[in-house]
């Protein structure tokens, strides 16, 4: 009797770590089809978007569940929003993506501009640091926490700001034009003279 009960719970062991293997296997290739799923939909939703498909890539993205929604899912969102003047429910989603990801510095640029468009400039400032602290080489994010600053009267501090933008990339023409705005209001007519000249060599080669 305590052989065979030996040899059952043996065959028992075995079955449970045999429907184990099973499971963890059922589990892994779910996981699997859900990225793939994922990331099939979301490929769907930037050709849409690109293509300016608003309601069709918004469709799809009200189709996924909140808690699953990515940082960038929530910022197209907003920017779609944004797109239709819904300013107060884009500032939402593009919290929305901060809560999902809190490096995501897009996110803080798009609230930031947002704030502009809300004539709120130094909540927007705050926004552009962030967004700068999570990505130091993004050259918009130097440009726009520049013009933030001209709102407020802070023409040095602006200064400075339009310079990095151009280290980062020289070939925008604004960036030149705003630098040159500034050198104006500081009474530099030299300097700018200088980057205006700039901005009209950028904007002749564009056309």
């Keep these: 009797m305590f052989f065979k009960s030996q040899i059952d719970v043996r065959k028992f062991l075995i079955y449970n770590f045999v429907m184990k293997k099973i499971l963890a296997i059922f589990t892994i290739l779910t996981i699997g089809i859900n990225v793939c799923f994922a990331d099939e939909l979301n490929d769907k939703i930037n050709i ?8 069709e890539a918004f469709s799809l993205l009200l189709s996924i569940p909140e808690e699953n929604r990515t940082a960038q899912n929530w910022l197209l969102m907003g920017n779609i929003l944004q797109d239709e003047r819904k300013i107060d429910e884009a500032a939402f989603m593009f919290n929305q993506a901060i809560a999902a990801d809190s490096k995501y510095y897009k996110a803080y640029y798009n609230l930031g501009n947002i704030y502009m468009l809300q004539d709120k400039p130094n909540m927007a400032i705050k926004e ?7 990505n130091p080489d ?10 933030a600053y001209l709102k407020i009267g802070k023409i040095k501090s602006a200064k400075w700001e339009f310079f990095k933008a151009i280290d980062l990339n020289n070939q925008v023409a604004d960036f030149h ?3 040159a705005y500034t050198f104006k209001q500081l009474n530099k007519e030299k300097q700018a003279k200088t980057y205006l000249e700039y901005y009209n060599k950028i904007i002749e080669r564009e056309q």
């Design 128 to 134: 552009y640091k962030k967004a700068l602290k999570y």
């Design 138 to 147: 993004f050259a918009y994010g130097y440009y726009n926490l520049g013009c």
């Design 48 to 55: 849409f978007y690109a293509e300016n498909n608003i309601k």
């Design 177 to 179: 034009y705003n630098l």
